[in-house]
C-alpha cells in the first residue's frame, strides 16, 4: 500500500492543527484581554473591587462553561446530520464568538468568549472522530496535535494582541481575537474539502457513499480493503448506550474508567492553562502594562513548546511523561514560592520561567500523553460514551484550574498561600496518580 499522504489526508491534519490553534487562540484573546483591562492585576494583587473581581472570573469561566454546553448537542448533531457538518457549526460558533469578543466591551466579552466556548466544545468531542473515521491509522497519532498546538496559538494570540495595543491601545483584544478567527475560518473551508466520514455513511445504510469517501482519503486500493473494517466498526457504532452500573461489574470496563479518570485529572495537575491565562497580568503588575520584549519571549516560548509537542511520540512512555510532567510542575510552582520576594526585572524573569515550565509540563509532556491513552481499551458499546465524559470532563477541570488561583487571590488570601494551595493540589494529585500507576500499568499493558 502507498505511504503517501492523499490531498484528504493534509487537509485532515491541516484541520486538526487549526483546530487546536484556535483553542489556544481563544484563550489567548482572553489572557490578553485581561491585561488591557487591567482588572486582572488589581485582582492577582488582592485590590480589585468586586465587580471587577466578577468580570474576571467570568471571563475565565466562560469558555469552559461554552464547552461544557456544547459539547453534547454537537455531538448529538454529528449522530443526526454528520461528522463535517458539525464541524462546520463549531468553526461559525467561534467565529461568532471571535467576532463579539473582538467588538464589545465589559460584560459583552464574557458572552463572546462563552460563544467560542461553544464551538470548542463541538470541537473536543467531534473532531476526534474525524481523525479516528478518516485517518489511516486512527486518531491515537493525530488527536494530541489539538492539545500540542494549543500553546502556540494562544502565544499568537497574545503578541499579536499585544502589538496591536501598542499601535492603538482601545485595539488589542481585536488583533488577539483575530487568531481564533482566522483559524476558525480555516477549519472552516478545510472541513468543507473533505468527505463526510465513511464510518457515518455505513452506520446509515449508505455503502457506496462510504466507499467514494474511503476513495477520498486513501485510494482506491485501501478502499477496497478498508471498507470492510468501516461497516463492522459501523455495526459497533450502532449498538451503543450508556454508562451503567452493570458496565462496572466488567473488570476491563472498571479499569478503563478509573485509567480515564487518573488520566484526565492529570492533564491539568501542572496548571498549564491558568498559567497561560495569567502570566501576562503577572508580567504587567507593578506596570500599566507588561514589557513587550517580556510578551514576545513568552509568545516565542510557547511556540517553540507547541512545534516540540508535535515531534513527540504520544504511544511511548505514557506513564513516564505523565509523572515527569507533574513532577516539572511542582518544581516550578515551589521555585515560585521560594523567589516570591523578588521584584522588578528578577520577578519578570521567574515568572517566564516558571510559567514556561508549568504549560511545558501540561502540553509537551502529559497532555499528548494521555490524549487518546484509554481509547483502545474502551468496550466497542461504550465509545459514544467515553467521548462525551471526556468532552464533559475537560472543561470541568479546566474551570477548577483556571477559577481557583484566581478566586484565592482575588479574595486577599496571600500569594504564598495560593502558591501552597496548589502546590498541596499537585502533592496530592501526584501522590495519587504513583499510587494509581500499579493498575493503570495493569490497564494499558
Known amino acids: 500500500m502507498s505511504m503517501e499522504r492523499t490531498p484528504a489526508q493534509r487537509r485532515l491534519r491541516l484541520l486538526l492543527g487549526g483546530v487546536g490553534g484556535a483553542a489556544g487562540g481563544v484563550w489567548g484573546a482572553v489572557s490578553l484581554v485581561l491585561v488591557q483591562d487591567g482588572s486582572a492585576?488589581?485582582?492577582?494583587?488582592?485590590?480589585?473591587?468586586?465587580?471587577?473581581?466578577?468580570?474576571?472570573?467570568?471571563?475565565?469561566?466562560?469558555?469552559?462553561?461554552?464547552?461544557?454546553?456544547?459539547?453534547?448537542?454537537?455531538?448529538?448533531?454529528?449522530?443526526a446530520v454528520g461528522r463535517r457538518p458539525a464541524v462546520l457549526v463549531s468553526a461559525v460558533l467561534v467565529i461568532l464568538g471571535s467576532l463579539l469578543g473582538g467588538v464589545t466591551h465589559s460584560w459583552g466579552r464574557p458572552?463572546?468568549?462563552l460563544?467560542?466556548?461553544?464551538?470548542?466544545?463541538?470541537?473536543?468531542?467531534?473532531?476526534?472522530?474525524?481523525?479516528?473515521?478518516?485517518?489511516?491509522?486512527?486518531?491515537?497519532?493525530?488527536?494530541?496535535?489539538?492539545?500540542?498546538?494549543?500553546?502556540?496559538?494562544?502565544?499568537?494570540?497574545?503578541?499579536?494582541?499585544?502589538?496591536?495595543?501598542?499601535?492603538?491601545?482601545?485595539?488589542?483584544?481585536?488583533?488577539?481575537?483575530?487568531?481564533?478567527?482566522?483559524?476558525?475560518?480555516?477549519?472552516?473551508?478545510?472541513?468543507?474539502?473533505?468527505?463526510?466520514?465513511?464510518?457515518?455513511?455505513?452506520?446509515?445504510?449508505?455503502?457506496e457513499a462510504a466507499l467514494a469517501s474511503l476513495r477520498r482519503m486513501s485510494g482506491a486500493l485501501e478502499a477496497a480493503v478498508g471498507i470492510d473494517w468501516v461497516l463492522m466498526d459501523a455495526g459497533t457504532l450502532g449498538e451503543q448506550h450508556p454508562l451503567t452500573a452493570a458496565d462496572l461489574r466488567i473488570d476491563r470496563v472498571r479499569r478503563t474508567?478509573?485509567?480515564?479518570?487518573?488520566?484526565?485529572?492529570?492533564?491539568?495537575?501542572?496548571?498549564?492553562?491558568?498559567?497561560?491565562?495569567?502570566?501576562?497580568?503577572?508580567?504587567?503588575?507593578?506596570?500599566?502594562?507588561?514589557?513587550?520584549?517580556?510578551?514576545?519571549?513568552?509568545?516565542?516560548?510557547?511556540g517553540v513548546l507547541g512545534v516540540l509537542s508535535l515531534r513527540r511520540q504520544p504511544g511511548r512512555m505514557l506513564l513516564a511523561w505523565?509523572?515527569?510532567?507533574?513532577?516539572?510542575?511542582?518544581?516550578?510552582?515551589?521555585?515560585?514560592?521560594?523567589?516570591?520576594?523578588?521584584?522588578?526585572?528578577?520577578?519578570?524573569?521567574l515568572v517566564l520561567v516558571v510559567t514556561t515550565m508549568l504549560v511545558a509540563a501540561q502540553y509537551v509532556g502529559i497532555a499528548p500523553a494521555c490524549t487518546g491513552g484509554t481509547d483502545p481499551l474502551v468496550p466497542p458499546w461504550l465509545l459514544r460514551s467515553q467521548r462525551r465524559a471526556e468532552a464533559v470532563l475537560r472543561p470541568l477541570v479546566q474551570l477548577v484550574t483556571v477559577l481557583l488561583p484566581t478566586v484565592l487571590l482575588g479574595s486577599g488570601v496571600s500569594v504564598k498561600a495560593t502558591l501552597g494551595a496548589v502546590l498541596a493540589l499537585q502533592?496530592?494529585?501526584?501522590?495519587?496518580?504513583?499510587?494509581?500507576?500499579?493498575?493503570?500499568?495493569?490497564?494499558?499493558?
Open 322 to 349: 505523565v509523572v515527569a510532567g507533574t513532577g516539572v510542575a511542582a518544581c516550578g510552582v515551589v521555585l515560585l514560592f521560594v523567589l516570591d520576594g523578588l521584584d522588578g526585572p528578577g520577578a519578570r524573569l
Open 427 to 445: 502533592v496530592v494529585g501526584l501522590l495519587g496518580l504513583l499510587g494509581a500507576l500499579g493498575r493503570i500499568n495493569a490497564a494499558l499493558r
Open 111 to 113: 458572552v463572546g468568549a
Open 41 to 79: 492585576a488589581a485582582v492577582l494583587a488582592g485590590r480589585a473591587e468586586p465587580e471587577a473581581l466578577a468580570l474576571v472570573v467570568a471571563l475565565l469561566a466562560a469558555v469552559p462553561v461554552g464547552s461544557l454546553l456544547g459539547a453534547v448537542p454537537l455531538d448529538l448533531l454529528s449522530h
Open 115 to 207: 460563544i467560542a466556548g461553544l464551538g470548542l466544545g463541538g470541537y473536543a468531542v467531534v473532531a476526534p472522530k474525524l481523525a479516528h473515521e478518516l485517518a489511516a491509522r486512527g486518531h491515537r497519532r493525530l488527536v494530541p496535535r489539538l492539545s500540542g498546538l494549543l500553546p502556540a496559538g494562544a502565544g499568537t494570540a497574545l503578541v499579536l494582541g499585544e502589538l496591536t495595543r501598542r499601535w492603538k491601545p482601545e485595539e488589542g483584544p481585536v488583533g488577539a481575537w483575530i487568531v481564533p478567527l482566522i483559524l476558525a475560518v480555516a477549519v472552516l473551508l478545510l472541513a468543507i474539502g473533505l468527505p463526510e466520514t465513511p464510518h457515518w455513511y455505513a452506520a446509515h445504510g449508505r455503502v
Open 257 to 302: 474508567v478509573l485509567v480515564g479518570l487518573v488520566l484526565e485529572l492529570a492533564q491539568a495537575l501542572p496548571m498549564g492553562l491558568a498559567a497561560i491565562c495569567l502570566a501576562p497580568a503577572l508580567l504587567a503588575q507593578g506596570a500599566t502594562e507588561p514589557p513587550l520584549a517580556a510578551v514576545v519571549v513568552l509568545a516565542a516560548a510557547w
